[in-house]
């Protein structure tokens, strides 16, 4: 089989099949969204990283979920590791029908723990990173030190340093992922341009069977997003919540695992939405707060206040996405550090000058000085 074919029934298919499950899956979630309890009442549910300004049903996980599991059924159905990123994702798509039915009130520890409970479902069968590509060159062996046992007549190893870096790259994923998902369409585009870049990173490697998983799972991936972002474009009919934010972090953080770890790849494609989290983190932790809970803080609430309408933010997010995934493709691991670098200077000057700008739109009073 050609790698063009390859490509054809290990990516294109399945993202086609998933585009269409999630299509149609979502407009049922939002014909039963008040019957479900998921409706996002902006006059209720009073935050300042609310952006919306009517009643929306949440509930994204669904549609992407259902996606992902009949994918799996249908193309790789006893592939083990996928059955892995199946489980973690049910954890996940549990916990934001939770949290969407009532109006964010789970605790962010507890959403944070069960990230890792999702992020153990794929370590325990096998995904992990045991190794990670040097920006100065070479590479860097994470495989030792190893604990090994004996269970049901079989020695089993864990890679402790493997699986320790594993868990927290898959949490980390997401959520900082989610956090860029405040306005229409926002999330769906630098997902399906991450999923795509991933998938095509694989086809480097031929016909290789281990990269076949990777094919089916960015195509699911691309697909599921694709499906659900008409629905998710301005005006939105439907919002990710937090199962489709967290799936959309969890789902390309075990992509970049399983593409031959290509850990680096994936963060200069996300890029914009990668540096602002770690600079939102930064200023929390700064202030003396939890970086888990959230504020009106992040670029897109900057480029709000700016006056850009939220289509401009949306596509912007997916220009620059689809600009590092070109980088991506053809930079060696040096020059990927030094563009994360440059990005990281020019989004942390583009905050502050943000910033400073909408604080001197401000009238002088008592309040704001």
Known sequence: MSMQEVFFWGFIVPAIVALAISYLSTALVIKWGGKLRILDDPKIHAHPKVVHDRTVPRGGGWPIWLALIFGIILFAPGNIKLWGVAAGATILVLTGFLDDRFSEKVSPYTRLLLNGLAALCVIGVGVGIAYITSPWGGVINLSQPQWCFEY????????????????????????????????????SGFVITAAVTMGLLA??????????????????????????????????????????????????????I???????????????????????????????????????????HYLLDAKWSKRKIAWFYWGVSVILAIFAWQLKPPFKLFTMAAIALVVCGAILWLKNWSASLKQPDRDNG
Request: hydrophobic share 55%; aromatic share 10%.
């Open 258 to 300: 399983l593409s031959a770890a290509k850990v680096g790849a994936l963060l200069l494609v996300l890029g914009l939405p990668v540096i602002d989290a770690v600079l939102v983190i930064i200023k929390r932790l700064k202030e003396g707060r939890s970086p888990v809970w959230g504020g009106r803080e992040h670029l897109h």
């Open 152 to 187: 049901a007549n079989a020695n089993h190893c864990i890679w402790i340093l493997a699986d320790l870096f594993a868990l927290m790259w898959l949490v980390f994923m997401q959520n900082i992922v989610g956090w860029s998902s405040g306005v229409d369409g926002q999330l």
């Open 203 to 256: 086809m480097r490697f031929g016909t290789d069977i281990s990269q076949t998983q990777v094919l089916i799972l960015a195509g699911l991936t691309a697909g599921a997003y694709a499906g659900f972002l008409p629905w998710n474009w301005w005006p939105q009919k439907i919002m990710p919540g937090y199962g489709g934010k967290s799936i959309a972090g969890f789902l390309l953080g075990t992509l970049a």
